[in-house]
């Protein structure tokens, strides 16, 4: 039985799916696709661990075909490819189509290697973990591991918005509140935060690289951005290197902000139930309650160095 990683590559250019199709097929199972509806029919006959569609192509975008998909089929990974910076699909990609990376094209070889790879381990981690979770996958929020004990992180420098935030959820969840990197540095070493709704800017600073050590260290949190000011390059590092899971716009409409903040902890539950993450989670906590020098300490360290910027 062929057990190889299946990817599905998706663009109206035949040259394109081609090429790619000759720098995976040793490597992985690989099928291409010409249209929206010929990539759909393909997904509805084989399970296809990644997914990478280009943006523009007649009759549906990447991003209508992308949402499709995580509605029907939610453990395949989705990439977008484009070779255009079109702030709509951006926004459009991580929002409806929740895609893991973002890729311009034409693409560096290397950076897409080394994309497909992580996303074909998070699809079979995705699809490993998801019988544990049935109802978080199916968007029960009843669920018991679904309560009010699930943290959230708001990092906002403008009072009144940091308090919009924490009274929309303060009866949801346990509702932490920074108004400075410093804040969200200690919030984040002493508790299990589950969600961080942060503003792309704090303190004057591009919160990417904060959010990106967060994910590296404790890839069970989900993020959710907001800016009043959208930027295309901003949000594509957001998506890439902050690996954000939502974004949004201010004004913020409560009810659709609600809606982003709720699926992000949903899919923190989806995270935990990956025992890679649990066991990171429970070293870190034990080395906290233990006094340890080490796990701990370097957890604290690695993020006290975004407190050192003026």
Not at 48 to 65: C, F, H, K, N, Y
Not at 88 to 102: C, D, H, L, Q, T
Request: net charge negative; aromatic share 6%.
């Amino acid at each position: 039985m062929n057990d190889r990683p299946t990817l599905l590559f998706v663009d109206d250019e035949e040259r394109i799916v081609r090429l790619l199709k000759i720098m995976f097929r040793e490597q992985y199972e690989v099928h291409t696709a010409l249209s929206a509806r010929e990539a759909l029919g393909i997904l509805e006959t084989i399970p296809v661990d990644v997914i990478a569609s280009d943006q523009r192509m007649p009759e549906t975008t990447g991003i209508q075909l992308l949402a499709q998909v995580r509605e029907r089929w939610p453990e395949t990974v989705r990439l977008l490819l484009t070779g255009y910076s079109d702030l709509v699909a951006i926004i459009g990609a991580v929002n409806e189509g929740e895609v893991y990376r973002f890729l311009n094209k034409p693409w560096n070889q290397a950076e897409l290697r080394a994309v497909i790879a992580e996303a074909v381990d998070a699809a079979r981690s995705s699809r490993a973990t998801r019988q544990n979770m049935a109802p978080v996958w199916e968007g029960n929020t009843n669920s018991p591991q679904f309560s009010i004990a699930s943290q959230l992180l708001a990092i906002e420098g403008s009072d009144p918005d940091r308090q919009e935030v924490v009274e929309m959820f303060t009866y949801d969840y346990r509702v932490h509140a920074a108004s400075t990197i410093q804040d969200a540095v200690r919030i984040l070493s002493q508790e299990q935060i589950g969600v961080i709704v942060s503003n792309a800017i704090v303190d004057g600073i591009d919160i990417t690289d904060l959010l990106a050590e967060v994910a590296r260290i404790d890839p069970a949190i989900a993020v959710v951005v907001m800016t009043a000011s959208p930027q295309s390059d901003t949000i594509i590092k957001l998506i890439n290197s902050g690996k954000i899971y939502r974004f949004a716009i201010k004004p913020i409409s409560p009810n659709v902000f609600r809606l982003a903040v709720n699926a992000a902890m949903r899919e923190h539950h989806r995270r935990l139930a990956d025992p890679r993450v649990v066991r990171q989670r429970m070293q870190r906590e034990a080395a906290k309650e233990a006094g340890s020098e080490d796990m701990y300490a370097s957890f604290v360290n690695s993020l006290s160095r975004f407190t050192q910027v003026s």
